[in-house]
């Protein structure tokens, strides 16, 4: 044993008894699920809670492989995050996080498998699927479960595994997958999706460095299904009124759809580009708009492994384009139609650069920024 793991392990049996059973918010009581591996660090103790006599998708979840050792704060906010994309859709679908950002997300297209709905998840960017956490909205089955053990991965979580798909995940001829975490939740569907899903009971807590604390409504959305998305307007005084001229098709709606809710979990400033209910790459963490598009499109070109052209695809952006740079960019990479809120006051220089530049632009109704 290392002198760092000896310290390590000393100041985590030192110190794991300090969360309590019972956690009090104001009227509000936790019960503690758990004691954590640890929290985003090794040398952070942790410990999971729950509301109490309530169920909860996630605060519920069964263990059915634990691995090598427990859950800890980064497995559990990646769970949450991947759950919080795929519970969006009534088709099969996979969301794959690291580092509480997805790498990759598909939903099912035609007649798709899901092992094939999860191989685009996993290889819209496989260098960083490596290690990660897998969530999907519907039951796991064999092929898929041999699938995921193909490559490494550290937890995988669903409403349900189909028969023979727990004796594929114990398998002791995937030495490299051995310690892989499977996890049974509730149903994504019952997570909060649309605004007038928001309850008293559904709050976000920050804490600042000083222990001081921010609560929020979570993050919700106000678009439900492609009706709701609108063709860009804008008005000012250089330009007087505009409005998006270029239509998007149905297909490239229900993409752009699909990328808006994977935005929703993206850290701002944050960009996704789709095609085909697939991620093809996703820009976060940016600290300019601009620099976001530019950062995801040299992903795609970096390390983009599958069949999908940039070509055409689609592109949802968590906050407004205060230049039309951000349009530029992605018109010159081949993208054609993108999903953004308003707000800028260069609005309508925007979309009149989006109508000469032949690219459809359209407006979501609420600014998505995720600041976690």
Same mark, same amino acid.
């Given at each position: 044993?290392?002198?760092?793991?000896?310290?390590?392990?000393?100041?985590?049996?030192?110190?794991?008894?300090?969360?309590?059973?019972?956690?009090?918010?104001?009227?509000?009581?936790?019960?503690?699920? @758990?004691?954590?591996?640890?929290?985003?660090?090794?040398?952070?103790?942790?410990?999971?809670?729950?509301?109490?006599?309530?169920?909860?998708?996630?605060?519920?979840?069964?263990?059915?492989?634990?691995?090598?050792?427990?859950?800890?704060?980064?497995?559990?906010?990646?769970?949450?995050?991947?759950?919080?994309?795929?519970?969006?859709?009534?088709?099969?679908?996979?969301?794959?996080?690291?580092?509480?950002?997805?790498?990759?997300?598909?939903?099912?297209?035609?007649? @798709?498998?899901?092992?094939?709905?999860?191989?685009?998840?996993?290889?819209?960017?496989?260098?960083?699927?490596?290690?990660?956490?897998?969530?999907?909205?519907?039951?796991?089955?064999?092929?898929?479960?041999?699938?995921?053990?193909?490559?490494?991965?550290?937890?995988?979580?669903?409403?349900?595994?189909?028969?023979?798909?727990?004796?594929?995940?114990?398998?002791?001829?995937?030495?490299?997958?051995?310690?892989?975490?499977?996890?049974?939740?509730?149903?994504?569907?019952?997570?909060?999706?649309?605004?007038?899903?928001?309850?008293?009971?559904?709050?976000?807590?920050?804490?600042?460095?000083?222990?001081?604390?921010?609560?929020?409504?979570?993050?919700?959305?106000?678009?439900?299904?492609?009706?709701?998305?609108?063709?860009?307007?804008?008005?000012?005084?250089?330009?007087?009124?505009?409005?998006?001229?270029?239509?998007?098709?149905?297909?490239?709606?229900?993409?752009?759809?699909?990328?808006?809710?994977?935005?929703?979990?993206?850290?701002?400033?944050?960009?996704?580009?789709?095609?085909?209910?697939?991620?093809?790459?996703?820009?976060?963490?940016?600290?300019?708009?601009?620099?976001?598009?530019?950062?995801?499109?040299?992903?795609?070109?970096?390390?983009?492994?599958?069949?999908?052209?940039?070509?055409?695809?689609?592109?949802?952006?968590?906050?407004?384009?205060?230049?039309?740079?951000?349009?530029?960019?992605?018109?010159?990479?081949?993208?054609?139609?993108?999903?953004?809120?308003?707000?800028?006051?260069?609005?309508?220089?925007?979309?009149?650069?989006?109508?000469?530049?032949?690219?459809?632009?359209?407006?979501?109704?609420?600014?998505?920024?995720?600041?976690?």
């Amino acid at each position: 044993m290392s002198i760092n793991t000896l310290n390590r392990n000393t100041y985590l049996s030192k110190n794991i008894g300090d969360f309590p059973e019972i956690f009090q918010i104001g009227e509000r009581a936790y019960v503690k699920v @758990e004691d954590l591996r640890y929290g985003t660090n090794p040398h952070q103790p942790a410990a999971f809670y729950k509301p109490a006599d309530t169920s909860c998708v996630i605060g519920d979840m069964v263990i059915m492989k634990n691995g090598k050792s427990g859950l800890s704060q980064t497995n559990l906010e990646d769970i949450s995050h991947a759950l919080n994309i795929v519970k969006f859709f009534t088709q099969p679908a996979c969301a794959v996080m690291k580092h509480v950002n997805p790498s990759g997300a598909a939903v099912k297209r035609d007649n @798709e498998k899901l092992k094939q709905i999860y191989v685009k998840a996993r290889d819209a960017d496989a260098r960083a699927a490596f290690g990660s956490v897998i969530a999907f909205n519907t039951t796991v089955d064999e092929e898929t479960a041999r699938e995921i053990m193909s490559t490494f991965a550290e937890c995988v979580v669903a409403p349900d595994y189909a028969p023979g798909t727990m004796a594929i995940f114990n398998d002791p001829n995937y030495k490299f997958n051995r310690h892989i975490r499977i996890i049974k939740c509730g149903a994504p569907s019952q997570l909060p999706k649309y605004l007038e899903d928001e309850s008293s009971h559904c709050r976000t807590c920050k804490v600042l460095a000083d222990g001081s604390l921010v609560v929020a409504a979570p993050l919700l959305t106000s678009l439900k299904n492609i009706n709701d998305i609108r063709p860009a307007t804008g008005e000012n005084s250089r330009t007087g009124t505009q409005q998006s001229k270029i239509p998007a098709s149905r297909q490239q709606l229900e993409d752009l759809l699909f990328s808006w809710y994977v935005n929703l979990n993206v850290r701002s400033n944050g960009v996704v580009i789709a095609r085909n209910g697939q991620t093809l790459a996703v820009g976060t963490g940016e600290q300019d708009r601009v620099g976001a598009v530019e950062q995801a499109i040299a992903k795609y070109r970096e390390k983009y492994q599958g069949n999908n052209s940039i070509e055409g695809a689609v592109m949802a952006s968590d906050g407004f384009f205060p230049f039309p740079d951000a349009v530029e960019v992605a018109a010159t990479a081949g993208i054609k139609a993108i999903l953004a809120p308003a707000g800028s006051l260069r609005d309508a220089d925007v979309i009149k650069r989006a109508n000469e530049l032949g690219l459809a632009l359209l407006h979501a109704p609420e600014r998505i920024f995720s600041h976690h």
